[in-house]
């Protein structure tokens, strides 16, 4: 009967396709026919892959997340099409939330191989696979060795709950003591004789370090031993209640490893070594049964034969604020995530429209950008809040500088405890490459001014005092700003804000204790967070609403026009047949123009930094206050 059910639930999604593919027919009489042929094989696809699908008594299902890139954004087919490799981490943790309940999986098989998170997210993963394990279920990790070349240390944190770690005869555990490591440009600028003058507020913020310095200063050392301590005391506490070592060698086992297979099981780092062939009759072992009765499948099959989580329930807009803060429109992860002003405003405008939404969740992944954009977005907040929306931002792996202003107003941040945070400063810099173009290339420059004000924004002449004023004052504006709108926004005097302000950096943890932040968790914290603030119950039903809404690849294929936060999602989006004709159009007028560019005028492009892009004159000068 239960089998019967699964069939019943994937004859639905059959069902749900002839629907939508039924609804394109009628828009447009002239494409029924191409309707026709895709919605066959698309039909006969989904047939097949019904038994693919199906979900067994007993199943043990494995995590296929390795030498993925984890992004916050949703995908469409387009995106992992173009690029397979990319994955959204909500799905990842929804596969595990939504197999904790299912009472059809056993275990979960987690293959590690090169993972390309950082520690917050490897956070928000462990936490997910412990709530399983509280079910009364099994996690079992193998690895053919926990990395060949570089270290484990994130993997082995998230491996360290696990029932049994296995790994193979010839595998290695490359776990070692924890880095930091900054590369300096000055000694290259130098030998280019391009000179650097960068204006900073104040000595902790680091960035403009990279040009100016040829080693750490003495504030840039000191936030990162802070920072590097943090999270291995962190991580050794975890891993020591994890696998009852204690805390201190647990640390003497970090500071001595690598190790290899056979040292790491008399370590007590692993629990088992074996070849892959074997772990489907060790993992039917561990759970009592013949290996015959255990059925598994991949995660990704997996979620395609149930529902994912938060689909139902009391509506909350979630808002992917994830890389460069810029102005403009955001770029989609397959073109490397960015935040565009005018997307994420319109996104927060119409989550604020729409009445049925009664909370906007930010989840914020940005280490900062442009202070413009960032300011916009903030207000955007503020207007939703003045309109009755709570406003809920949850931090993951890095949410500093601009990614912090935009934060700062929300009615509560829930902060990861491993997120990069805080960095309340401002950092603008001036390129002088006069001197590279005469000494190294012999190309000199002479021209007319006005005014001292004239070649502010040129990459060819010195940055004389008027003009060093100028920036001066700029970057001072916007610290006290900056400043200004987290005391206002996070309940604090100048003074206070001052005080843990300076450009520096600060752990979830730290940034908890100094009131950057109101709680320590991932994604199912800021859930948590959500229903307090909207006063329902502990279990109530949330549907979390992406804004914008990019819809699936038949909406972008046949329709005419999308929604206007889908039109300012990403100015490369191809919305239809239709807008691949105007594309062929406009790459025809593009063309032609180039042919007839002049005076030195040059066409950039710049992906997910595209807010360089907009600051950049004829001269191809950055000189504008940024963080």
């Not at 004859?11 to 066959?40: C, M, R, W, Y």
Request: net charge negative; with cysteine; glycine share 6%.
């Amino acid at each position: 009967m239960e089998q019967m059910q699964d069939i019943v639930e994937n004859n639905q999604h059959l069902n749900n396709l002839v629907e939508q593919v039924s609804s394109f027919a009628t828009q447009d009489p002239k494409i029924p026919i191409a309707l026709g042929t895709i919605a066959s094989f698309m039909l006969l696809k989904k047939a097949f892959k019904i038994k693919k699908n199906w979900v067994w008594n007993n199943t043990v299902m494995e995590l296929d997340i390795t030498k993925k890139q984890m992004v916050e954004d949703d995908l469409t087919d387009i995106d992992t099409l173009l690029n397979p490799e990319l994955m959204t981490w909500r799905k990842v943790l929804g596969a595990i939330e939504t197999a904790k309940n299912d009472s059809k999986i056993r275990a979960i098989l987690i293959r590690v191989d090169p993972l390309n998170i950082m520690m917050g997210k490897a956070f928000e993963l462990r936490e997910a696979l412990i709530n399983f394990q509280k079910e009364n279920k099994k996690v079992i990790v193998y690895a053919d060795t926990f990395t060949e070349v570089g270290d484990c240390n994130n993997f082995y944190y998230i491996a360290s709950i696990a029932d049994r770690i296995v790994i193979s005869p010839s595998g290695l555990m490359n776990i070692v003591g924890f880095s930091h490591k900054n590369f300096f440009l000055k000694g290259t600028l130098d030998k280019l004789n391009i000179d650097v003058t960068f204006f900073k507020r104040r000595d902790y913020k680091n960035v403009a370090n990279i040009f100016t310095e040829t080693d750490m200063t003495e504030e840039h050392e000191e936030v990162t031993r802070e920072l590097v301590s943090s999270i291995s005391d962190m991580v050794y506490q975890d891993i020591s209640q994890a696998r009852g070592i204690p805390v201190d060698e647990v640390k003497q086992l970090f500071h001595s490893g690598p190790y290899l297979a056979h040292e790491a099981l008399d370590l007590n780092l692993i629990d088992d070594i074996m070849y892959p062939n074997q772990i489907y009759k060790y993992i039917a072992e561990l759970l009592e049964l013949p290996e015959k009765k255990v059925s598994y499948i991949y995660s990704s099959y997996y979620m395609k034969s149930r529902k994912f989580p938060n689909s139902k329930g009391t509506r909350v807009a979630l808002i992917i604020c994830e890389g460069n803060v810029h102005r403009g429109l955001s770029s989609p992860a397959r073109d490397g995530s960015s935040i565009g002003d005018r997307t994420v405003v319109s996104a927060i405008e119409n989550a604020t429209k729409d009445k049925k939404v009664q909370a906007i969740l930010l989840r914020v992944n940005s280490g900062g950008g442009s202070y413009i954009a960032s300011d916009q977005i903030g207000d955007a907040i503020d207007r939703a809040k003045e309109e009755g929306k709570k406003i809920i931002v949850s931090m993951v792996d890095v949410a500093a500088s601009g990614g912090y202003f935009i934060s700062q107003n929300a009615d509560i941040i829930v902060s990861n405890p491993f997120c990069y945070t805080g960095s309340i400063g401002v950092v603008s810099g001036h390129f002088n490459t006069t001197n590279f173009f005469e000494n190294k290339l012999g190309i000199t420059f002479d021209g007319v001014h006005e005014s001292d004000n004239s070649t502010l924004f040129s990459t060819v002449s010195e940055l004389n005092d008027f003009n060093r004023g100028k920036l001066e004052e700029a970057v001072d504006y916007i610290y006290e700003d900056f400043k200004a709108k987290v005391a206002k926004g996070r309940n604090m005097t100048m003074e206070e804000v001052e005080e843990v302000a300076q450009g520096r950096v600060h752990l979830g943890t730290k940034a908890l204790e100094l009131g950057l932040v109101d709680k320590l968790g991932g994604l199912d914290q800021a859930l948590v967070e959500t229903r307090k603030l909207l006063e329902l119950e502990e279990d109530a039903d949330l549907q979390l609403k992406v804004f914008p809404n990019r819809g699936s690849y038949m909406n972008m294929l046949f329709s005419k026009k999308n929604s206007k936060s889908e039109n300012n999602y990403n100015v490369g989006v191809v919305t239809g047949i239709y807008g691949l004709f105007s594309l062929m159009k406009n790459i025809l007028k593009l063309s032609s123009a180039m042919v007839g560019i002049s005076e030195g005028q040059m066409i950039f492009s710049a992906n997910s930094n595209a807010h360089l892009a907009n600051s950049i004159n004829s001269e191809g000068i950055v000189s504008i206050p940024m963080y």
